[in-house]
């Protein structure tokens, strides 16, 4: 079975400080995302990366930084976290190409005082 | 353009029948569908591809409909454990070698005894 698991399910952190999310996969997968969700807003995409040290902007990515540097881990980093970036963070990932189902880890609720 | 889901909430009894609609103002190459339970990870249900193939949980249906952008998941004699909320995420492409999933904002399921 393939496994995500994230560093954290729960994070409480200071408006300011660097928050550093962690997302691990076991499957080989060349696809990983970084998704928020909030309530009545569904899952929104932060960033993704298609191969190591790639990566795309998704919908929603200003305040949000990633870091791949192995094919099985991707990072998502906020430099400077804000109140308005308290939320749930989902990681996935899949095979590469299109028509391949996600596997999401377990998230990470953040909560920025 | 995340796209729309229909109907945002419904409850049904045991045993009874609902349909979730997923509508994209864009073309479409695929529609994935995913159910969460309450403070759980998303889980894939299926995927329905141009051209008509489908991969996916056998005791789900679903449809796709190419021209009119849209696709619907059907739920039939529903169970107590398909209560959760049910999300569209529809296939789009940001460069040669990346693509991601757009989600719609949920349909939140609910079967009571």
């Known amino acids: 079975d393939v496994k995500v698991t994230q560093s954290s399910r729960y994070l409480v952190k200071r408006t300011g400080e660097k928050v550093f999310l962690e997302c691990v996969q076991d499957m080989d997968h060349e696809n990983m995302f970084w998704y928020r969700q909030d309530p009545g807003l569904g899952l929104r995409l932060i960033y993704f990366?298609?191969?190591?040290?790639?990566?795309e902007k998704g919908d929603i990515p200003e305040g949000y930084s990633v870091s791949r540097e192995k094919k099985e881990r991707f990072s998502l980093i906020l430099e400077s976290a804000s109140t308005n970036q308290t939320s749930m963070y989902l990681c996935?990932?899949?095979?590469?190409?299109?028509?391949?189902?996600?596997?999401f880890g377990p998230g990470t609720r953040l909560t920025v005082t | 353009q995340q796209p729309v889901q229909s109907p945002q909430a419904v409850i049904l009894r045991e045993g009874e029948d609902a349909v979730i609609n997923c509508s994209s103002s864009?073309?479409?190459?695929?529609v994935h569908w995913y159910r969460q339970k309450h403070g759980e990870a998303p889980v894939f249900l299926m995927i329905?591809?141009?051209?008509?193939e489908q991969k996916g949980h056998e005791k789900i249906s679903a449809s796709f409909n190419e021209k009119k952008q849209q696709s619907s998941l059907y739920l039939t004699a529903s169970q107590l454990s398909y209560s959760g909320t049910y999300f569209c995420?529809?296939?789009?492409?940001?460069?040669?070698?990346?693509?991601?999933?757009?989600f719609g904002k949920g349909t939140s399921l609910l079967v009571t005894p």
């Open positions: 996935a990932s899949s095979l590469g190409g299109q028509g391949y189902e996600q596997y």
């Open positions: 864009k073309a479409l190459y695929s």
């Open positions: 329905l591809l141009k051209g008509g």
């Open positions: 990366s298609y191969d190591v040290k790639m990566k």
């Open positions: 995420g529809t296939e789009i492409s940001y460069s040669n070698s990346g693509y991601a999933l757009n």
